[in-house]
């Protein structure tokens, strides 16, 4: 149970119908602390096809709708102990402001899948409807909720590495070697649609991650991107494989490299820090253990689940050491924390500043940002400024 509000936090879901990845995820991200409970969705713009997944689900029919819209004004004209109180938004990107703003002025708070939009222009507004609306906006940049990544933020904020100079950053994957659009696939067919992804592909599909995630555990800001953008599939319309150089305000360097042609390749995010002092590492694939390298003396692995680690670390590990915990559990930890700063507003009271460790609406707006400053950059072929950060 939430323990704001003594009982499991109502939601509804938008997308994530049958076939559909990232709605799972959502899904069991959700569940899997108790604390969120399922009762509405419209998952699919075919209202066959979402009557289906809310059948699938368990869910009372009068509670699955044909459109987001017929569900934003259905569940805002339902007594206060039964509508919905968040709504998770799992579609393609081109409808993440539509969605959002619908329900935001339906009093409804929102956690949205990443990019928050299509463009930052859609940004920009979102980010003003959540400001005027007081309501909670969470961003599912999920791989910040691993507990070494916390765990690694801790390490620079605490001044382990001294004066960071240097920022290395990749995120590898080789399911889109091939067409797959062309052959019926859902996820890699919207993915190549400039119409639903917006823009930019790789960039904002895995290259927003990266993003999020150097700024999170740093906390430096970007200041210049020189970008060198490409289709390497022939025949592909947007890019599958980008390389970046990055400069940050105080004087760090970065390399940033994205790819989903890079064959062979599972999920391969990896990040290394290096400053004056020390350096870390840390790869999604092997997300249990944090890499601290000195220049005087042997590295030290850091483990999840040590009683010696950072508060943030310690409160988003739920297992033992030795006992693996990965993809889903740092995707409920933006649940969790999340759906706690819901509770804590609906019930009137201050959350715990632990449970305020989530990616907001601010972090969207500075991604798709990030986004246009990359694809400018590769246009014009020269470094190119990002702008103030908000």
């Known amino acids: 149970m939430n323990p704001h509000i003594g009982r499991r936090l109502r939601y509804g879901m938008v997308g994530g119908g049958p076939g559909a990845f990232i709605g799972g995820v959502h899904r069991m991200a959700a569940a899997l602390d108790g604390e969120w409970e399922l009762v509405a969705g419209a998952f699919a713009s075919c209202p066959e096809r979402s009557r289906e997944q809310g059948r699938v689900l368990g869910l009372d029919a009068g509670r699955v709708y044909g459109s987001y ?29 539509p969605v959002a703003t619908a329900f935001l002025n339906a009093g ?15 940004a920009e507004d979102l980010c003003l409807t959540v400001e005027a609306s007081g309501l909670t906006f969470a961003l599912t940049h999920n791989y910040t909720g691993y507990p070494m990544v916390r765990e690694a933020r801790h390490q620079v904020r605490a ?10 950053a990749e995120y590898r994957q080789g399911w889109l070697s091939t067409r797959l659009e062309e052959t019926g696939h859902r996820q890699a067919e919207w993915r190549q649609d400039r119409e639903r992804a917006g823009r930019s592909s790789a960039v904002a599909d895995i290259g927003s991650h990266v993003h999020h995630l150097v700024g999170y555990v740093t906390g430096l800001e ?44 599972e999920n391969g995010l990896a990040l290394g820090i290096y400053g004056e002092k020390a350096g870390l590492k840390w790869r999604q694939e092997r997300p249990d253990r944090l890499e601290l390298l000195l220049p005087d003396a042997p590295g030290r692995t850091l483990t999840r689940g040590s009683p010696w680690l950072s508060a943030a670390a310690r409160h988003a590990t739920r297992l033992p050491p030795g006992h693996p915990e990965g993809f889903i559990e740092a995707f409920a930890n933006i649940y ?35 986004i246009d400053c990359v694809l400018r950059s590769h246009a014009r072929e020269r470094w190119t400024g990002v702008g103030a950060y908000p």
């Not at 991107?225 to 400069?247: I, N, T």
């Open 69 to 97: 819209r017929e569900m934003a004004a259905a569940e805002a004209a339902l007594g206060g102990d039964r509508r919905i109180e968040a709504v998770a938004v799992v579609t393609p990107n081109h409808l993440h402001h």
């Open 108 to 122: 409804v708070h929102v956690v949205c899948d990443k990019p928050m939009t299509a463009t930052p222009a859609e």
């Open 159 to 168: 001044g382990r590495l001294g004066t960071l100079r240097k920022v290395v």
């Open 222 to 265: 970007i200041e210049r991107v020189f970008a060198d953008l490409s289709a390497q599939v022939p025949g592909r319309a947007m890019e599958d494989d980008a390389g970046m150089l990055v400069r940050f305000a105080g004087g760090a360097r970065g390399v940033f490299h994205v790819s989903q042609v890079s064959a062979g390749e």
């Open 336 to 370: 969790r924390s999340a759906g706690r700063a819901i509770g804590a507003a609906v019930a009137g009271v201050e959350a715990d500043p632990l449970d305020r460790d989530f990616p907001d609406h601010l972090d969207g707006v500075r991604g798709m940002r990030f």
